[in-house]
């Protein structure tokens, strides 16, 4: 560590935590997980598993400390449906978990990989073994989609990235009944040039709600001659009106270095989909997939990353 560039997360030393090996079943590649914590404090990961046709559907894996002694769905826990929910052709990606204490339920928002791209869909469960399908709650091309905890004064609030060419950049939307949304505003632009979050920034996990503001960690991807790089920076945005960026930092805070998170079916690549906070209300476990390959851990202190984003100009 330098003074430079601190380091806000800590990789665990014996990453990667979870890959194709673990898995019950035969597998390609195990990334891009959700996260929540069940009621017992059991840490679930909803793990992006794409099989070997190349499609991709979600699988959860338990663990009591998060770390290790993961315990694998013994089969696929939510496979794609396209006899019902044709949007699933190409199977189903990047699940974002969202725990909403007014339902009773986990929202999970994920990428329906349709015939016409990505799109957003939304599923609810109360178990992560009996889901609800609310099908495509926003059309292609669009991901990188989060639903916040609870209600923005009367509405649902959903954070996503629609594309439209030449720029990808994170909107918010909202709605009354979680299948009809509107009111949409635009929340954080891709930066443009040389940046390292240029021309195309998503959500990265859902945001995280502290006293000064929702903190989201987002993906920026640089294109370069040798392909994109995909790294991690931060911003804050106001409780109460979520799509007003309180502050956002210039550097990015974490990107691929290690060879598990340079080398894999697509290299140069972290890309988190979910995080636990733990029960000291500090100590933030960052779940990420790394090389579109397999999955790893880092940890960082929530106190300390708003103190990184209070000092940035
Ligand atoms: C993004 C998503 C992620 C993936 C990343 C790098 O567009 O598809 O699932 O990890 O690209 O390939």
Known sequence: MNHQHPELFIRYKLNPILSAADWPYAVNSVFNPGATLLPDGTTLLLCRVEDRRGLSHLCAARSVNG?????????????????????????????????????????????????????????????????????????????????????????????????????????????????????????????????????????????IETPQGWLVIYHGVKHTSAGCLYRLGLALFDLHTPERCLKRGNEWIFGPQEPYEQHGDVGSVVFPCGYILAPDGDTLHLYYGAADSRIALATGSLRGILEWLEQQP
């Open 67 to 207: 770390v290790d002694g993961w315990q694998i769905d013994a089969q696929p826990t939510l496979p794609s449906d396209p006899e019902h929910h044709p949007e699933e052709l190409w199977g189903i990606e990047d699940p974002r978990i969202t725990y909403v204490p007014e339902l009773h339920k986990y929202a999970i928002v994920y990428t329906a990989y349709t015939r016409d791209g990505p799109g957003v869909s939304l599923a609810l469960t109360e178990d992560f073994h009996h889901f609800e399908r609310f099908g495509v709650i926003m059309s292609p091309e669009d991901k990188d989609a989060a639903l916040l905890p609870h209600r923005i004064g009367d509405f649902w609030a959903l954070i996503h990235r629609p594309v439209s060419a030449p720029g990808a950049h994170i909107w918010i939307s909202y709605s009354s009944d979680l299948r009809q949304w509107g009111s949409h505003k635009l929340m954080m632009e891709a930066r443009k040039g040389g940046w390292w979050d240029a021309n195309k920034i998503g959500l990265s996990p859902p945001p």
